[in-house]
């Protein structure tokens, strides 16, 4: 190797200076990520401008995701901030490589910000056709991997006009939903999904129904999805964007659980929202309740209500859990909390203290398919004793 | 966020009495000559004349390829790589080796499907398994003070061949060497090099065979001469690091959830005042190099899943002295420690059985390496290097 018989001395370089210093373990600043789905025409885009110039104070990432999967993320980003669009190219190392934990768009996004300053918010807009389901448990990840983002919640929007026609006729659409392809039970369409998984639902372009119309737009989704908090807008335009669309805290605050669709679980033929009542609980007992967790959300099987009777469904009414949350009081004056996405699930103790609570009643909320009438609070007593 | 020792630096110029900044010769930085910082420029060009017979004199046309990178900890890459290492076509090659790509792992089926093998896959298995343990304890007994990690990459690939195996890193997303080779700071990934061993060096080796269409993968960490074995400090990490691995297998059954996995490593971990390598997990292996489950090795992570007769999969906690975070160089590969502390690791690849586990890459009688005691640290006032 020649390296310097030239008689003019290079350019001195610049040393990065080695990052050693007080890395260790201080706590990340986290930047929250909301997953935006919708079906095309729903009002994703203006719904997107609309936060967009009301924070626009803000530096908000915009990641624009084409396959419903992380994997075809490596796309480009807009990052906003005061009314300036920049696009950046999200670096995905180089893919999956072996055995890395964090899902690589995840790996993307941290290693940007790590060169350009974190951002206030990252929204994620899904296509039309996406099951948020997917993406979900990708961006939730786990708090011992000390990430620098953390998923705040799932938003959708709904098309007053349209959202009752998409859910009760399939549209064109072949439904990307993994092992799920039954053709006995009512249909499931991808507008069922994006509603399930929802922690906000927008019902946009209200001006386009008339009163009753609206209403029962409402009673339908709640049937859906009685968790979800519901906005009724016009272009897209919420007043408070700060716990309404954005500072969600869905994954780790479970709020008070108030479900508000009771007694109209029928409504929608496909999904519906479950809620179990659940008595005070012991220490001792939460290795079951981790066990019927399990049974529910990893092997879809309801445990046995009472000795010798088996809640099975036959192939066909399989139960399929898309959102679980639950407050659970126990007797030593904590209360644990359960948040749980498809199968993935987490018991997480929460602040509050049963001290500090009126009801101390637990309660656990399903979301999901083949839920009605599977005697889910006979099992959860038995499994738990 | 310069430390102390930096500010006091004094520019190299031999007429110049000024502290120097973070300037530094780039040749200087290539050849791995430290501390040739300058004040500016000019005086640099005034000293040209004598400071480039410093490059004459160093010259072994070994360099590093990213003089301005800022390394963590001591250890550098020493470049040139040796050439490409061929495979004959005879041996059965994976589907990877000529772009890089390992098409079958990025399927659905690939990254989500749990395999379980039957007798014949189990048999595949285990022979590839023992084949590797043939190659990795060849390697380890190379591993001396005096040798370059390059000569192991070529003993690997030799003795792979030999047995009419693939070296299943050899462009496993375009990784360039046939084993993987990861020393002192390196978490793991490292890069076979021309950098020499040196007595008091822990080194990993990392050995994968693709043989009769099946994948077997081990790793231990090898003490590098008797200075090695007499530092408390390198003994701890690589003691930890393999009492982790055995702890953990000792939970592997039917039934055993895969979250379980890094309670326990992290408990052991901790318990020897070491932290756990959060960022790389075990995984599935089998016609696959990596694939579902993902093991992780941090404790309170939500993995989905139990262990069910039949499985393959890797356990291979990284175990790390100071921080548990890690940092890739611009090589795209060799995973280093954030705070350039050591981290020691080893792996298996294990088998589930009707009740229990079968080591499929368990060591032989007289396989190099094993445990070693701390060493005693003389008190006789005599400081150890």
Known sequence: ?385 | MASEGEAKRKCSGADCDNDAGSLQCPTCLKLGIKDSFFCSQECFKRNWGTHKALHKSQNSGLYDPFPTFAYTGPLRPFYPLSEHREVPKAIKHPDYWRDGIPHSERTSDGRNKIYILDKEAQAGMRKVCRLAREVLDIAAAAAKPGVTTDYIDEIVHKACIERDSYPSPLNYGHFPKSVCTSPNEVICHGIPDKRVLVDGDILNIDVTLYHGGYHGDLNETYYIGEKAKADPDSVRVVEAARECLDAAIKLVKPGTLFREYGNVIEKHAKSKNCSVIKAYCGHGINTLFHGAPNIPHYAKNKAVGAAKEGMCFTIEPMIALGTGRDKTWPDNWTSVTQDGKRTAQFEHTLLVTADGVEILTARFPDSPGGPIGMPVVETNGETKV
Not at chain 1, 291 to 320: C, F, M
Request: proline fraction near 4%.
């Open chain 1, 1 to 385: 190797m020649d390296v310097d018989d030239e008689d003019s001395p290079p350019l001195l370089v610049e040393v990065e200076p080695s990052s050693n210093d007080n890395l260790e373990e201080s706590k990340p600043l986290k930047v929250p990520i909301t997953i935006v789905t919708g079906y095309l025409g729903a009002g994703k885009t203006t719904l997107m401008n609309y936060i967009l110039t009301e924070q626009h104070g803000k530096k908000i990432a915009v990641i624009l995701n084409e396959f419903g999967d992380s994997v075809d993320i490596e796309k480009s980003l807009t990052i906003n901030k005061g009314g300036e669009q920049v696009e950046e190219w999200l670096e995905v190392g180089n893919g999956c490589i072996c055995c890395s934990v964090k899902d690589s768009g995840v790996n993307a996004i941290e290693s940007l910000m790590e060169k350009k300053g974190a951002f206030d918010y990252i929204l994620l807009e899904t296509t039309g056709l996406a099951d948020p389901g997917n993406l979900a448990p990708l961006f939730w990840v786990d708090e011992g991997l000390g990430s620098t983002i953390y998923l705040d919640g799932i938003v959708t929007l709904v098309d007053a006009k349209n959202i009752l026609k998409s859910l009760d006729e399939p549209v064109q659409e072949t439904v990307q939903h993994e092992e799920h392809d039954d053709h006995h039970g009512p249909v499931l369409t991808t507008a069922h999904l994006q509603i399930s998984h929802a922690d906000v639902v927008v019902i946009n372009k209200a001006d386009l129904v008339s009163e009753t119309e609206l209403l029962a737009v409402q009673e339908r989704v709640q049937a859906i999805n009685g968790l979800a908090k519901l906005h009724v807008t016009v272009q897209g335009q919420v007043p408070h964007l700060e716990g309404f669309l954005l500072d969600l805290h869905a994954y780790d605050d479970v709020g008070t659980l108030d479900v508000s669709s009771k007694g109209h679980s029928h409504l929608d033929p496909s999904i519906a929202t479950v809620a179990i009542n659940v008595p005070v609980l012991r220490v001792d007992q939460l290795p079951n309740l981790d066990a019927w967790l399990r049974s529910i959300l990893w092997d879809s099987k309801v445990p046995a209500p009472d000795h010798g009777s088996l809640v099975e469904g036959n192939d066909h009414d399989t139960i399929e859990v898309h959102r679980l949350k639950a407050r659970l009081p126990l007797s030593n004056g904590e209360v644990k909390i359960v948040q749980g996405v498809r199968e993935v699930f987490e018991i997480l103790d929460s602040p509050e203290s049963t001290n500090s609570i009126d009801d101390v009643a637990g309660k656990i909320i399903l979301i999901g398919r083949h839920l009605v009438d599977k005697r889910f609070e006979e099992s959860f007593l038995n499994s738990i004793r």
